[in-house]
T-cell receptor, first 109, second 112 residues
Framework: GESVGLHLPTLSVQEGDNSIINCAYSNSASDYFIWYKQESGKGPQFIIDIRSNMDKRQGQRVTVLLNKTVKHLSLQIAATQPGDSAVYFCAERSEKLVFGKGTKLTVNP | NAGVMQNPRHLVRRRGQEARLRCSPMKGHSHVYWYRQLPEEGLKFMVYLQKENIIDESGMPKERFSAEFPKEGPSILRIQQVVRGDSAAYFC??????????FGPGTRLTVT
């Protein structure tokens, strides 16, 4: 069946460091992947997406890498800031969006 | 352009009552999705609707839950005879096509 999982439930980094959040997926039919950021008490906020015909996509301070061979997705945040503290979810879509459990990122000043 | 609107933001119901959650999609979006989130969990897909049609309800419990997206007005998620296990945050998302989904702030349902 479909499953999207995260390797680490929590991640703590120092302000200014780079953060890497990892995600594994199992549905090889998934053709679209998204990273969302969710702050406490709020709805998920779109960060960046990538289609299965790509292996890398860059945004402002964020990069998503897709390795279809090992079914692995990662989100890299450059120069992490306190405002980046949140729970980050990866999601994959074949017919519907399937969310992973989330990684809580804490940025220490 | 206003984002996805959900109301109420917080809803308290006693066991056996009905809960109605409303979602107004972003302007121009005709795809609406409902998700449920338990504390410390990811979002679980419930139902996908387009105007007047249910496209995919594979995540909806078979009983007590229903959803609609009428031609006019917001999408409604209805939970009849609520039980304590229905307590959760319910999020609505909308999209223009089937890709990027924009989420609302959620409705936090508490069943006492």
């Amino acid at each position: 069946g479909e499953s999207v999982g995260l390797h680490l439930p929590t991640l703590s980094v120092q302000e200014g460091d780079n953060s890497i959040i990892n995600c594994a997926y199992s549905n090889s039919a998934s053709d679209y992947f998204i990273w969302y950021k969710q702050e406490s008490g709020k709805g998920p906020q779109f960060i960046i997406d990538i289609r299965s015909n790509m292996d890398k996509r860059q945004g402002q301070r964020v990069t998503v890498l897709l390795n279809k061979t090992v079914k692995h997705l990662s989100l890299q945040i450059a120069a992490t800031q306190p405002g980046d503290s949140a729970v980050y979810f990866c999601a994959e879509r074949s017919e519907k969006l399937v969310f992973g459990k989330g990684t809580k990122l804490t940025v220490n000043p | 352009n206003a984002g996805v609107m959900q109301n109420p933001r917080h809803l308290v119901r006693r066991r056996g009552q009905e809960a109605r959650l409303r979602c107004s999609p972003m302007k121009g979006h005709s795809h609406v999705y409902w998700y449920r989130q338990l504390p410390e969990e990811g979002l679980k897909f419930m139902v996908y609707l387009q105007k007047e049609n249910i496209i995919d309800e594979s995540g909806m419990p078979k009983e007590r839950f229903s959803a609609e997206f009428p031609k006019e007005g917001p999408s409604i998620l209805r939970i009849q005879q609520v039980v304590r296990g229905d307590s959760a945050a319910y999020f609505c998302a909308s999209s223009y096509d089937r890709d990027e989904q924009y989420f609302g702030p959620g409705t936090r349902l508490t069943v006492t």
